[in-house]
């Protein structure tokens, strides 16, 4: 039995009836190379191979009475596959539209609290002899780190997988009664004090490091700099259509750039592949929100997790993230220099985010009551605070994706594209995650705020290309500097 972080609860304390705290994938297969054919059974029998390896698979949530300290995950005794291994079939030839509404209507169905935080759905029906995998777990169990350690548990290196890891019996865990459960959160409510003193000493130590990040950022907003480079240092983003209320229906869009391409921009520059790709970010936001007459004036504000899981944590699940605050800066209609000023911001942005503690947000919502919290996430709701006041615009991250080609019971895996989590006042969020040689965007939104989501998604392929443009004509001029990236 172990007991859940309070970062971890807080993914749970903040789903409602529009609002679901899990994440997942969508794996494309090319079924040609599987000796098997890819069934509902075989599907089923491969992921129960993987159990072992998976320890959270079959763990399920026991909750604290009255909401007074975080749940415990339990070994469940009940555990039955067949409740999360599912299937379904597109009208064949089903096209990569009719899949994407599909996951769409998947990922807007909450979990089953009563059972293990997870589900499986081979969809078949693709054309050209492919099948889909959509997964999702609650982001209570994983983070973008642990995540992949369940992709490597599940994918293979080769046609023919490997063997099966040796099962020990399982029995489950009998769930713990009221008194136990009261008993232990009385225990944790007696050392609130104790750790808050700890929590404010590593604040105050960390003055200091705050106010040698935010001299940088001073000298070059005096110096006449873009204001994009105002990273994080406001409290308030400016007002967009993704900061407001969410329905219970979802959107879901995918793009596809290459790798090689990316690359390209950023040779013989100071330019990192995250900078290309969050210019790309801010560059379609512009060319969707102008399209819509709801561009801002004022640089859009990212929300991007950083990872602080420690060597020794490598191979444990839960979250061990942070958030770094950047601006993206969409009020530039040229994309060369969108670019240009992107670099900087992220740099300001890390200055600041390196001055923070790494485990301060999960050492803050140790101290969060998941009863008060929901209550809290209620009210906020209720009063639509998330559209007077919100510090970041959306949230767009940046996932380690594989590196090698990868296997799904003998089916080779062509693309891999996030699904994650929306969230009342950050309707939308982009994730992208590299794979064989491309970058693979999964952009998610609430459907009646971005209806028009896979509009959103085309334009970072437009960026792309005025990105290359603009490269590639500056090389056919001798001399010519295309990019001063510092």
């Not at 780190?145 to 063997?163: F, I, K, N, W």
């Not at 209720?382 to 006041?389: A, C, D, G, S």
Request: aromatic content about 6%; glycine content about 8%; charged content about 20%.
């Amino acid at each position: 039995m172990q007991q859940l972080s309070g970062l971890d609860g807080a993914f749970l304390t903040m789903e409602s009836g529009t609002v679901f705290g899990h994440v997942g994938s969508v794996c494309i297969l090319d079924t040609r190379t599987a000796r098997h054919r890819l069934t509902l059974r075989h599907v089923t029998r491969v992921i129960e191979s993987r159990l072992p390896l998976v320890p959270l698979f079959r763990r399920r949530l026991v909750t604290v009475p009255f909401g007074l300290d975080q749940p415990y995950w339990v070994d469940d005794p009940d555990f039955d596959i067949e409740f999360h291994v599912r299937s379904l079939a597109l009208p064949s030839p089903g096209s990569d539209a009719q899949l994407a509404e599909q996951v769409a209507a998947l990922h807007a169905r909450p979990l089953d609290r009563s059972r293990p935080l997870w589900e499986l759905y081979l969809i078949t029906g693709l054309s050209g002899r492919r099948a889909a995998i959509y997964s999702k777990i609650h982001h209570a169990a994983i983070d973008g780190v642990s995540g992949g350690d369940v992709m490597t548990a599940v994918l293979d290196l080769t046609p023919e997988g490997r063997p099966a890891p040796e099962e020990q019996p399982f029995e489950g865990e009998p769930q713990p009664g009221a008194p136990w459960l009261l008993g232990r959160s009385a225990a944790t409510l007696a050392t609130q004090p104790v750790r808050a003193v700890r929590l404010a000493t590593e604040l105050a130590r960390s003055v200091p490091g705050l106010a040698v990040a935010a001299r940088p950022l001073a000298e070059r907003i005096a110096r006449g700099h873009s204001p994009a480079l105002m990273s994080g240092a406001g409290l308030r983003a400016p007002v967009t259509p993704f900061n407001g209320l969410i329905s219970a229906h979802r959107r879901w869009a995918t793009a596809d750039l290459p790798l090689a391409e990316v690359k390209e921009v950023r040779r013989g520059t100071q330019l990192t592949v995250n900078d290309v790709v969050m210019a790309l970010c801010a560059g379609t936001l512009r060319r969707y929100l102008a399209g819509h007459d709801a561009l801002p004036r004022a640089p859009l504000v990212a929300a991007v997790p950083v990872s602080v899981r420690r060597r020794d944590q490598a191979g444990s699940y839960g979250n061990k993230i942070s958030l770094m605050l950047t601006a993206l800066p969409t009020q530039l209609e040229d994309p060369v220099e969108r670019l240009r000023v992107m670099h900087r911001a992220l740099r300001v942005a890390k200055d600041q985010h390196g001055a923070i503690p790494a485990g301060l947000l999960g050492d803050v919502t140790e101290f969060a009551m998941p009863a008060l919290v929901n209550q809290a996430w209620r009210m906020t709701a209720r009063l639509r605070l998330f559209e007077r006041v919100t510090p970041f615009n959306l949230i767009i991250s940046n996932v380690p994706g594989p590196s090698v080609p990868l296997y799904f019971a003998g089916a080779e895996l062509l693309a891999i594209y996030p699904v994650s989590a929306i969230t009342d006042g950050q309707a939308l969020n982009i994730t992208v995650m590299s794979y064989a040689g491309s970058l693979r965007f999964g952009l998610v939104a609430c459907r009646e705020t971005c209806p028009d989501l896979g509009r959103m998604a085309q334009g970072l392929r437009l960026e792309l290309d005025a990105l290359l443009k603009s490269r590639r004509a500056a090389a056919e001029v001798p001399g010519a500097e295309w990019l001063a990236s510092g």
